[in-house]
């Protein structure tokens, strides 16, 4: 599929159409960095030297999380609403409708992200090439996180079959590899599987980019950045042919 | 005979059965409901393994198994929710002889299954990493048994002011992940600062935890006088569980 | 005790929305239902059938009124009614990870039957509903009218004395619906009594042996479907397309029914022959037939809404 022929009609509205639905919960916007605020309470609890880490972690964590919103997202609005027969059969394209559920999802969780974001600001400070990185990781990982979301959301009948897939998913990748805490816990030979997975990966590029927090060799941190490039990428690219292709029931 | 007006279907009959065949049905029949609720703990573990003192570990392992059975309290939310408001089934057990009592333990047990299975494998890893006396077990079991009550019946309590599937998530966040955390499930209570330990003090895991911490004589675990936090706990329970059915909305507008 | 299944006396019920605003869905009403009926509640989206449904059948407490159901104090004491009555709600879905077969025998397991009872229900109400070749498919899988089935079986396998059906035949097909409606009728042989509410004008007529038409939480009118078509003005119906032009000579004959440009008249068999003669003068196409429910039913909410107006 040519990138040429995608198409991006309705993109812009749909956005704001999402951003609308997510500004009315409030209360979900705000409750979703409660297991950040825990897992970072254990950190502070019990390994207060590793808070630097937790932090960027839990920045990119957030960042993660936001997939598992459209996940749910979607399977809703096609499973309980039955409204994306609406914008499919419409001028809207199905890339379109990914997209834009994606970027208004994002902009409404923003804010908590931002919050936490000047917390690390605070405790422990990032350099401006550092910064550039954690930005840099955090699209990356929005990229691949959303279409995973969007993805894996078309398979479900049952909006709470989803449930379950979602925590494991987010635990597997926010919790399991050394997201929250430094790779150097890890025995060193898992540290190119460790620097495979999009979220550790990212962690662990933030984390050299600052200096001094972690000592990865070049190759591994190169590692880490291509896998991080392609799987966002190719995710993604994946995801907008999904899309499309899922937008007709076969 | 349908036309003799008198209760067609007594009180009685195989409402456990039935919701246990409802919630083995929803493990074995979806892989990942079985799957999830046996690693999340062990998930977690990891983590806390990877970030505490080694010697905490088995109290991790009993905090692991406290906080699933309080997240039951979680599911009961969702589904409790789900069945009010998505599929509507529970008119058909509200306008029938079942009351709201026997319902919720009906939605708890069909919840307690898929939880079994982690219950019952943290239960050999600690036996692995620390083993437990009988009364260990005694105690710990029966701190089970009240935790799953009393959070049930707050998840159905909640579930009946849940006004769409969409606040589940949220709610169920808040109520049950806040609660877990102030607790000390995963650590020891010495290790939050003095407002927090009181501030701990007021809910009823936290003497669960310091009950079996203390009963199992588990490193880290504060000394504490075991009648006392067994008598707490089932009293705040016993408030607990009272309070919720209470304000458990069997019927709108009530 | 009352020997009516269902009595309602004055029922109010207003919903207070956020921001404080008040809609009131019922306004006072009073029905009574007898044993081993048939009864039919039609209106408009909004009109209070829901509401009224429910109220009856314990699942929403009431602003003011009261409900017997069998004698019974419905909504002082709930439970002494609930065992003598079941419920399928309206948009109801069965539980996706179950199949037909075991969504009604749990369900009849927590009402209390003996297994082995509930296991004979169970098979009866699923042949009764027509799905025995889906009850053994995950209800995940099954299209939207089989779901609804699956929903009414799981209610009507517990015979219970009064059932209240909230539009259960919504998304079957017409051969699934005339089979629904040749077992809610065989329930009230067996001595149920049903209420129903329905937007299928022809459900109401060929089912409900007595309707009320509710409009804006009151009710309208209360009769036989006879009774009904009585009342507004005549036994036949001329229909005259693109009759919206002589609109003002066609009411002079009757009651008119409007559908877009064509004009339904409702009139006695003395004057169907006038309103051809005026409709041939006009160059219009006019048919006769007898007058259906549905035009009694937009005659009687029409004069509701223009009088309220």
Partial sequence: MALARIRWAGTGEFTLTELRVQLHEGLAIVTSMVVQAVLLTFVVLLARSILPYALIGAVLYSVFMLGQRVQNEAAYIRIDHKLSDLYHASPLSAEGYFVGMSAGVLLAYLPPILVLAVVLELVAPLGAVATLVLIATAAALWLFTCSLGYVISTFFRDNRAIWPYASLITSAFGVLPPVLYPIRFLPGYWHPIAMLLPTSSAACLVEAAQGGLVALSAPTLALGAVALLVEAVGVFLFALYWARRSAQER | ?254 | MSAEALVARDLTKTYTLRGGITVPALRGVSLTIHPGERFALLGRNGAGKTTFLRIASTLLVPSSGTVEVFGHDAIGDPDSVRPLLAVVPQEGKPFFHLTPREQVYTYLCARGFSRATAKARTEEALEQMGLEEVADRLSVTLSGGQRQRTVVATVIATEAPLLFLDEPTIGMDPFARRGVWETFRRLTRRGSTILLTTHYLDEAENLAQRLAIVERGRVLVVGTSESLKQQVGGTFRVSVGGGSRIRPQLASFGNLVEDGEAVHVIVGPERVQEILALSVREGLAATVGPVTLEEAFLSVVGHSINEES
Wanted: proline share 9%; aromatic share 12%; charged share 10%.
């Fill in chain 2, 1 to 254: 005979m349908a036309g003799t007006v008198t209760a067609s279907n007594a009180p009685g009959g195989a409402l456990l059965p039935a919701f246990g065949l409802i919630g083995w049905r929803w493990i074995s029949r979806n892989p990942a409901a079985a799957i999830a609720p046996i690693l999340l703990p062990f998930i977690f573990l990891y983590f806390l393994r990877l970030i505490s003192p080694p010697a905490y570990f088995p109290l991790e392992i009993v905090g692991a198994m406290l906080f699933t059975t309080q997240n039951i309290g979680n599911w009961v939310l969702g589904d409790s929710a789900t069945w009010r408001i998505e599929t509507r089934m529970q008119d058909l057990f509200v306008a029938s002889p079942l009351n709201k009592v026997r319902y919720l333990f009906g939605i708890a047990l069909s919840n307690l299954i898929p939880a079994a299975p982690a219950l019952i494998v943290l239960a050999v890893l600690l036996e692995l990493e620390y083993p437990v006396s009988p009364l260990g077990w005694a105690v710990l079991g029966s701190c089970i048994l009240v935790l799953w009550i009393l959070f049930s019946s707050i998840g159905i309590a909640i579930s009946s002011r849940v006004r769409s599937q969409r606040e589940i998530w949220p709610v169920g966040n808040l109520t049950f992940t806040f609660i877990g955390m102030l607790s000390p499930l995963y650590y020891p209570l010495t290790v939050l600062p003095p407002a927090w330990q009181a501030v701990s003090r007021f809910f009823p895991t936290t003497y669960a935890a310091l009950l079996v911490q203390g009963t199992l004589g588990l490193p880290g675990a504060v000394p504490s006088d075991p009648y006392l936090d067994a008598g707490l706990l089932v009293a705040l329970a016993v408030v607990g569980t009272a309070i919720a059915l209470r304000l458990y909305r069997w019927r709108d507008g009530d």
